[in-house]
T-cell receptor
Framework: NAGVMQNPRHLVRRRGQEARLRCSPM?????VYWYRQLPEEGLKFMVY????????ESGMPKERFSAEFPKEGPSILRIQQVVRGDSAAYFC???????????FGPGTRLTVT | AQSVTQLDSHVSVSEGTPVLLRCNYS??????LFWYVQHPNKGLQLLLK??????LVKGINGFEAEFKKSETSFHLTKPSAHMSDAAEYFC?????????????FGKGTHLIIQP
């Protein structure tokens, strides 16, 4: 999995709270993709970032969701004022060195109560 | 634009029998194609990939897939199923762009292995 780390692995939030999900690709990998997986469905693209830049956020909901990948530290997916519909597994991925495959982290499973 | 259709949401086979998971794709450009496997509550693992080299691609754990351009298909097969193969399998297409055009996932096929 190219050493892609995500934390926390499980996150429980009450409605209205903020959720922060972290993704650390292996050193030297500067591209991060975030995906959301709803139950019984495939992954849906949310946002693509390179260090300090958002390249494509066409899959992000217009409100409450934001993402960043600072020069130092992990990429952060932030969900403000969570609602029950935000409950899902969130995966981040980085690109392989050859071809267009992506390597995924273990995911963060967000539960909103 | 690109899309992926996994023709079966669930496939059930007996241990030791062949596995066939079907996938059709649509792409405006020459695609790269992938199969990923996801075990319960785990991340996604790359099984194999096709990137315009040999049309028959061998992956890990005895899986292979054949790219058939005329049929726009990329079906996943394994000669003999093992209990540990029980998982969710995703067919994925890419035309190499970043972002939303990067990877497009099928809805997944849940593979059940009967003892």
């Amino acid at each position: 999995n190219a050493g892609v780390m995500q934390n926390p692995r499980h996150l429980v939030r009450r409605r209205g709270q903020e959720a922060r999900l972290r993704c650390s690709p292996m050193k030297g990998h500067s591209h991060v993709y975030w995906y959301r997986q709803l139950p019984e469905e495939g992954l849906k693209f949310m946002v693509y970032l390179q260090k300090e830049n958002i390249i494509d956020e066409s899959g992000m909901p217009k409100e409450r969701f934001s993402a960043e990948f600072p020069k130092e530290g992990p990429s952060i997916l932030r969900i403000q004022q969570v609602v029950r519909g935000d409950s899902a597994a969130y995966f981040c991925a980085t690109t392989g060195m050859i071809g267009y495959e992506q390597y995924f982290g273990p995911g963060t499973r967000l539960t909103v109560t | 634009a690109q899309s992926v259709t996994q023709l079966d949401s669930h496939v059930s086979v007996s241990e030791g029998t062949p596995v066939l998971l079907r996938c059709n794709y649509s792409s405006s450009y020459s695609p790269s194609l992938f199969w990923y496997v996801q075990h319960p509550n785990k991340g996604l693992q790359l099984l194999l990939k096709y990137t315009s080299a040999a049309t028959l691609v061998k992956g890990i754990n005895g899986f292979e897939a054949e790219f058939k351009k005329s049929e726009t298909s990329f079906h996943l097969t394994k000669p003999s199923a093992h209990m540990s193969d029980a998982a969710e399998y995703f067919c994925v297409v890419s035309t190499g762009g970043g972002g939303a055009d990067g990877l497009t996932f099928g809805k997944g096929t849940h593979l059940i292995i009967q003892p």
